[in-house]
């Protein structure tokens, strides 16, 4: 089930939905005055504060916010799985905090890791939800049927759920949700972690839920773009509500002071150039230009660019990203991020290849997970390894790592041979992981000294190097903080500084940003680019189709192999456009995906 990159989910179809649901309609979700905070490390946090808003029925309302916001701590109360410390709300008429299980007998909450069984195969899994949920057996072949047929499963019923692809469990775990029909849906973050592919589907589920059921549907992301799908938008932030309105409303509070620049200079510095413009509040890569938001409405005129050198602005239309960033930005964090400083800078030149990849394979019985692939990275470049789930990425990835082994082929990272010396290369190897991987009962400053030591640091050195990572990120006043306790975006600072302890000459991201906010994206990018510019090497798998714009050079995989390969811009000259705007990665990579699906099934 491929969408082509003009397909109708560009534009969201709950508009007609909402245009036709009168106002005196009774609300599927209110709450009124809702408060909740958190007893954490003998502080008390306050997740929401004086929460009030009416979740209009028959159609997708949008909750959006930072991490830390209180997204997931609205969703959970609003399923009856928390009690407010103040307030009161009620989810299709029913008191949630008085009757929380007549509410979870008619609502369906898909929370942000769904507890797939995955030994237990698609039918039993989904045997087991029905089972919990009070399901007939004799209503559930039909319902498994329409679920399963709806999200493309159909054939993978006797398949175990540990075998799906990502974007395939997040479907399962949605079915398994829906196998009693609930009237309201609660969904956290339901796309994180998934390819554009599957996002598409994923919401073409929701849409048909919404349209073909009359289903109230409740759904926070981290994906801006997914705002502007919805209807309504609830934007929450430090436990407050900053507004409440359709996307396009929060759109065109920044109408005009939204450009796109141009000039002669690398995008990475073009970037960096603009953001140090005080007229500038955000500047964004987007290809070989430079997306920015202004402070004001002013023509944008660079004044931090070099005075010969010629520029371009062009006025573009602003979108709900641009609000998102305009209003928070400066509210959380200073405009300009402290760059990381390494103390060591290899010597290897511009050009020279770093990782080579040579008809590289693994196999896992008869199965060839990455068939013939082949490839160079370059000193100080960043290259993207991108795919759809079950492309090959994450195995070729973690070959490159050396935490896999290698079936056939050649590799070699930083001049080590990756079939001979994997143990020697780890150690010129730096790597983060998707998920948080440090350890979680221990303080900030613990993981740093436990993997300092790992990593072979001693004495002054060693002293200085974890000096270092807490003030290059900022993690001083969290130093005795249990890492698990961080806010996501400090997880994520943490993560790269003990990637970055020894000091690698090749950094592996392995979809470093997942989960994680655009404000938090932001300033991991720019420390990422300010790695390559004093020469680091960067291997980043990412399913942000906007994060592939910060590459220098990409790959796309299919089937275990490499379908296309080339700069951003040849990616997307690769692909015939979209009428009335500019092509976007997410349309190159779509098109790619389908040209290669049409290519197979010969149609």
Not at 256 to 269: I, S
Not at 572 to 582: M, S
């Given at each position: ?62 909750l959006?916010?930072?991490?830390g ?72 072949p ?34 398994c ?30 849409y ?14 981290a ?50 150039e ?50 998102f960033?305009?209003t ?38 008869d ?8 490839f ?24 490159l ?26 150690t010129?190897?730096g ?40 003030h ?17 975006g ?22 470093p940003t ?12 720019a ?19 906007e ?7 990409l ?42 699906q049409?290519a197979?099934?010969?149609?």
């Amino acid at each position: 089930m491929v969408w082509s990159a003009a397909s109708p989910l560009d534009v969201c179809p709950t508009d007609a939905v909402a245009s036709g649901v009168a106002p005196e309609q009774t609300p599927a979700l209110v709450l009124e005055q809702v408060t909740k905070t958190f007893a954490i490390e003998k502080k008390r946090i306050t997740a929401l504060d004086g929460v009030s808003c009416a979740i209009r029925p028959r159609m997708v309302t949008g909750l959006i916010g930072p991490d830390g916001a209180g997204k997931t701590t609205l969703m959970r109360l609003c399923a009856g799985l928390l009690t407010p410390d103040q307030g009161s709300l009620r989810a299709l008429e029913i008191d949630v905090v008085r009757e929380p299980l007549a509410v979870q007998a008619r609502i369906g909450y898909m929370p942000q890791r769904f507890g797939l069984y995955e030994d237990l195969t698609v039918r039993e899994n989904l045997d087991l939800y029905a089972d919990l949920q009070g399901v007939e057996a004799a209503a559930r072949p039909e319902r498994y049927r329409s679920l399963l047929a709806m999200a493309g499963l159909e054939g993978f019923g006797g398949r175990l759920a540990g075998r799906l692809s990502g974007g395939m469990k997040q479907k399962l775990g949605l079915v398994c949700t829906l196998v009693r029909p609930p009237q309201l849906l609660l969904l956290d973050e339901p796309t994180v972690g998934v390819d554009p592919v599957s996002r598409r589907e994923l919401w073409q589920i929701v849409y048909h839920l919404v349209e073909a059921e009359g289903m109230s549907v409740l759904l926070s992301t981290a994906y801006l773009d997914e705002a502007e799908r919805c209807a309504e938008v609830v934007l929450i932030h430090r436990g407050r509500i900053l507004g409440h309105d359709r996307p396009q409303n929060f759109s065109h509070q920044v109408a005009g002071r939204t450009w796109l620049v141009r000039a002669d200079l690398p995008k990475r510095q073009l970037q960096r150039e603009l953001s140090r413009d005080p007229a500038v509040q955000d500047a964004l890569i987007l290809g070989t230009a430079i997306r920015v938001v202004s402070r004001d409405r002013t023509p944008l005129h660079p004044r931090t660019l070099p005075a010969a050198l010629p520029f371009e602005v062009t006025p573009v239309p602003s979108r709900f990203e641009d609000f998102f960033i305009a209003t928070l930005k400066d509210d959380d964090r200073s405009p300009d991020t402290r760059p990381i400083a390494l103390r060591q800078v290899n010597g290897r030149t511009n050009g020279e290849d770093v990782i080579t990849v040579d008809h590289l394979v693994r196999r896992f019985g008869d199965f060839y997970a990455v068939d013939q692939v082949s490839f160079r990275v370059r000193h100080g470049e960043i290259f993207g390894l991108l795919g759809a789930n079950g492309a090959g990425k994450t195995t070729t990835f973690r070959m490159l790592c050396g935490l896999l082994p290698i079936s056939a082929g050649a590799c070699t990272v930083a001049g080590m041979n990756l079939r001979t010396a994997a143990a020697a290369a780890r150690t010129r190897i730096g790597y983060m992981a998707q998920k948080f991987s440090l350890y979680g009962n221990l303080t900030v400053l613990h993981n740093l000294k436990f993997f300092s030591s790992a990593y072979g640091l001693k004495g002054a050195h060693r002293t200085r190097q974890i000096e270092w990572a807490l003030h290059t990120f900022d993690l001083e006043p969290f130093a005795a903080t249990e890492s698990q306790s961080l806010p996501l975006g400090f997880k994520q600072r943490l993560a790269l500084a003990v990637a970055l302890m020894h000091e690698p000459e090749v950094l592996f991201l392995d979809e470093p940003t997942s989960g994680v906010d655009p404000l938090a994206r932001r300033e991991f990018w720019a420390q990422i680019n300010s790695l390559a510019d004093q020469g680091v090497t960067v291997l980043v798998t990412t399913h942000f189709m906007e994060e592939a714009e910060y590459c220098d050079r990409l790959v796309i995989m299919a089937d275990g192999r490499v379908l296309a390969e080339g700069t951003p811009a040849e990616m997307k000259a690769l692909h015939n456009g979209v009428q009335e705007r500019e092509t976007t990665m997410e349309d190159a990579f779509i098109g790619l995906l389908e040209a290669h699906q049409s290519a197979r099934t010969g149609a």
